[in-house]
C-alpha cells in the first residue's frame, strides 16, 4: 500500500477537489476502454478473436485493423491505470 500526503498553502480542504479529478479520470479511462467494443460491433467479431485470426493473417491489413490492435493494447494499460485509481481511498 502506498500513502501520499498533500499540503496546501490554501486554506480548505482538498477531498472534494481530488475525489471530483479521480472521478473525472476514471471516466475518461472508461470511455477509453470502449473503444475495442466499437470495433466489435463495426465487424460483428469479438476482440479475442480479431486478434487470433490477425495473427495467423487471416485478415487483411487495414488502418482500421492496425488501429484496433492498438486500441486493445492501449485497453491493457487503461486498465490498470483504472484499477489503480479505483483502489485510491481517502483517509480523513
Known amino acids: 500500500m502506498t500513502e501520499l500526503v ?3 498553502a490554501r486554506a480548505g480542504s482538498l477531498k472534494p477537489l481530488l ?10 479511462l472508461e470511455a477509453g476502454m470502449r473503444r475495442p467494443r466499437d470495433f466489435e460491433n463495426a465487424y ?5 478473436e480479431f486478434l487470433r485470426r490477425s495473427e495467423n493473417d487471416e ?5 482500421a485493423l492496425a488501429e484496433w490492435i492498438g486500441e486493445y493494447r492501449l485497453l491493457e494499460r487503461l486498465r490498470e491505470k ?7 481511498s481517502f483517509a480523513n
Open 44 to 48: 460483428q467479431m469479438p476482440t479475442a
Open 82 to 88: 483504472a484499477d489503480t485509481l479505483g483502489g485510491v
Open 6 to 8: 498533500l499540503v496546501s
Open 59 to 63: 485478415l487483411g491489413e487495414t488502418l
Open 19 to 28: 475525489e471530483a479529478a479521480l472521478a473525472n479520470e476514471l471516466r475518461i
